[in-house]
């Protein structure tokens, strides 16, 4: 069975930058049609589509984060990651992996709770 | 960006009562659209895909209707693990974006 977890820094200086990974077990990252996806949400608010990589390598972002985000793809340790540059208090939130099979989003990990601080 | 708006925002229904969420789109989204069941500190699990398409696993008293820009998820006999936030969420085009979510609450 397809497993995803999320690690990283939990707690992040403004202006500094987010790192998670998000590490797939049980199946292969290359396996099959698969986009990978990161999706977050803000403390007591509704779910935000981050971006995704295809399994091309392509990446797709969301344009509320302009170009503070990067999605990138380690096939060899079977994880994907997540970087958000200049971040503020705006970007606390539990963030989400997901693999998408191109009409909906079918597994997901547990979260990780990121927040924004001094 | 596509605007998804959920009603009602708030629920409140008892065991056994047949509930329906809207989900409304700002342009047609043909049948790219999505339902998510999530509880409180989980992630969320994949309910309806492609407007209609029943998830392997989840229960049949779940359904989803619609196309273009109106939408329905409906539960037809709510149990109580029913009790939880839905999500609407649209695949037409970038970026994909979510409904604000629907809590369904035990009356």
């Known amino acids: 069975q397809l497993q995803l977890q999320e690690s990283g820094s939990g707690l992040v200086k403004p202006s500094q930058t987010l790192s998670l990974t998000c590490t797939v077990s049980g199946g292969s990252i290359n396996s099959g049609d698969y986009s990978w996806s990161w999706i977050r949400q803000p403390p007591g608010k509704g779910l935000e589509w981050i971006g995704y990589i295809s399994h091309s390598g392509n990446s797709y972002y969301n344009p509320s984060l302009k170009s503070r985000v990067t999605i990138s793809v380690d096939r060899s340790k079977n994880q994907f990651s997540l970087r958000v540059g200049s971040v503020t208090a705006a970007d606390t939130a539990v963030y989400y992996c997901?693999?998408?099979?191109?009409?909906?989003?079918?597994?997901w990990g547990k979260g990780t709770t990121v927040t924004v601080s001094s | 960006d596509i605007q998804m708006t959920q009603s009602p925002s708030t629920l409140s229904a008892s065991v056994g009562d047949r509930v329906t969420i809207t989900c409304r789109a700002s342009?047609?989204?043909?049948?790219?659209l999505a339902w998510y069941q999530q509880k409180p500190g989980k992630a969320p699990k994949l309910l309806i895909y492609?407007?209609?398409n029943l998830e392997s696993g989840v229960p049949s008293t779940f359904s989803g209707s619609g196309s273009g820009t109106e939408f329905t998820l409906t539960i037809s006999s709510l149990q109580p693990d029913d009790f939880a936030t839905y999500h609407c969420?649209?695949?037409?085009?970038?970026?994909?974006?979510f409904g604000q979510g629907t809590k369904l609450e035990i009356k």
């Open positions: 969420q649209q695949y037409n085009s970038f970026p994909y974006t």
């Open positions: 492609r407007a209609s």
């Open positions: 997901a693999r998408d099979r191109a009409a909906s989003m079918d597994v």
């Open positions: 342009q047609s989204i043909s049948s790219w």
